[in-house]
């Protein structure tokens, strides 16, 4: 049977996608390599087909979802750099994403796994996490304020999702958002 050119291609983005929810969900590591494939309504067969090891599948979902919220920045509506990080601050401190690591970002998810996996991996996550604060201290103009703003925005993520209170969860994203708006606006006065 003969696939239409585009099919491979087609097919690794789905087990990214799928594999990638189920990872931020329950752990890479956790995750063994037949469930990842069994979430993509594939054969475990069909994971040598794209990726020769797991350590392979973590950079490519690396990859992928790093590029993921690059392009969810890209479509950002605001020209001003105020309006651009309010957008931005409610679309990631927020309930939502605090309940369903499956559909959110990767860092608060599997940053400590990455940085238990070997040397590859993590200068993949060095090099696409680079591609994302580049944007972002753009926009903030600063590369320091930059990544204290990605490490308060991961940070308050994990912690919010460890509270077994929704109200202590949600007193954790308010006062994040606080705080961040409070000192990249004065950066901006100043």
């Known amino acids: ?66 590029l993921a919220s690059r392009e969810m920045w890209a479509g950002n509506p605001h020209e001003t750099a105020e309006d651009w990080i309010a957008f931005e ?11 369903h690591p499956e559909a959110g970002c990767i860092l608060p998810s599997l940053g400590a796994e990455i940085a ?10 060095a090099r696409e996490l680079a591609k994302g604060h580049a944007i972002l201290a753009k926009r903030v103009g600063s590369d320091e304020l930059a990544w204290a703003m990605i490490c308060q925005l991961v940070g308050a993520i994990l912690i919010a999702r460890a509270m077994p ?14 705080f961040l708006k409070s000192n990249l606006n004065q950066s901006h006065a100043g």
Do not use: C, W
């Not at 990214?16 to 494939?37: E, I, P, R, Y």
């Not at 990631?92 to 994403?97: T, V």
């Open 89 to 99: 601050l409610d679309r990631y401190l927020n309930l939502a994403h605090v309940k």
């Open 165 to 178: 209170s929704p109200a202590m969860q949600r007193t954790i994203l308010e006062s994040s958002k606080q």
């Open 1 to 66: 049977m003969r696939y239409r050119p585009k099919h491979k291609e087609e097919k690794r983005k789905e087990l990214l996608q799928a594999s990638g929810s189920l990872a931020k969900q329950n752990g890479f590591a956790a995750t063994g390599v037949d469930a990842l494939m069994q979430a993509a309504g594939v054969t475990s067969g069909a994971f040598y087909g794209h990726f020769a090891s797991k350590s392979e599948l973590l950079e490519a979902l690396i990859e992928s979802e790093l």
């Open 116 to 125: 238990r996996a070997d040397v590859s991996v993590r200068k993949t996550y």
